[in-house]
């Protein structure tokens, strides 16, 4: 079934055509406070409460998924809350379009669509292709945050990480069941509701130590509009 689409108004969201009118975000925010990025906010619940603890931080919360992004507006619009642009976009154009190098002090990822099927494992957004995006936008020092309440997908993430060079991770361990004074997003509120486990994933960038050029994602790149959170 096809969701309808919403036609979104509020001043905090960029279409991706609105996007592309964007030459540097802080003249959108009309500050160069640092910037930070969550990929997948669905309705906004993590950006929402990281944005409101952050009042000196900007972020981008971006999804593919209209009715996420039309929710997410509506609770900054609620919660008077403008330290937020949201934008509807594929997380990949999205960093190798909008975004310059070492510009991103922070980037989120929680609770990514599992694929849990080993077959459709590929299609997973955290991967090694996805990791030179990662280096071209986040700048020295900068933090890369995962969640997911699937083991397999959360280890393979830490592994990957451990291996990349010029990362480490930012607590004794890679993986871990908890991250003090992390906000909750909806996903891992259901999960933790189940009484299912969450795994965390965070590590810190040392240093940039080469200059990284955009990965080109063509117009090819495989996108599941289909996907989407209730
Ligand atoms: C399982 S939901 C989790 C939502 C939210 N992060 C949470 O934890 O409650 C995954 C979200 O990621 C979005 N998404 C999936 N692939 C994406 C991509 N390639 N680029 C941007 N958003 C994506 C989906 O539309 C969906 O809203």
């Keep these: 079934m096809t969701q309808r689409m919403i ?10 055509e609105r996007v592309k009118t964007v030459a540097d975000w802080s003249e959108v ?27 000196h ?14 929710k997410t507006c509506r609770k900054l619009e609620d919660e008077g809350i403008s330290n937020v642009r949201v934008v509807r976009a594929e997380a990949r154009h999205f960093l190798s379009h909008h975004i310059r190098p070492a510009s991103l002090g922070e980037i989120f990822i929680n609770c ?37 309440d699937v083991a397999d997908y959360a280890r393979d993430v830490a592994h990957l990480l451990s291996e990349h060079p010029g990362y480490g ?4 361990a890679p993986l871990l069941n908890e991250l003090p004074d992390y906000p909750r997003s909806k996903y891992m509120l259901r999960s933790l509701e189940q009484g299912g486990p969450m795994y965390f994933v965070h590590f810190r960038r040392q240093a940039r130590n080469v200059e990284v050029a955009p ?3 063509g117009p090819g790149f495989r996108v599941n509009w289909a996907t989407s959170c209730p």
């Design 215 to 217: 990965p080109l994602v």
């Design 112 to 148: 990514p669509d599992p694929w849990p099927k080993k077959r459709h494992r590929r299609r997973r957004l955290v991967s090694a292709e996805f990791l030179p995006l990662m280096d071209f936008a986040l700048r020295a020092d900068g933090d890369f945050y995962f969640s997911s």
């Design 57 to 70: 931080r900007n972020y981008l919360a971006i999804d593919i998924f209209n009715r996420g992004c039309h």
């Design 169 to 172: 991770p930012a607590h004794a």
């Design 29 to 55: 925010f009309g500050n160069s406070a640092p910037l930070s990025l969550e990929i997948g906010c669905g309705t906004g619940h993590f950006i929402v409460e990281r944005a409101r603890r952050n009042p």
């Design 7 to 16: 036609l979104i108004n509020s001043p905090f969201f960029f279409s991706e």
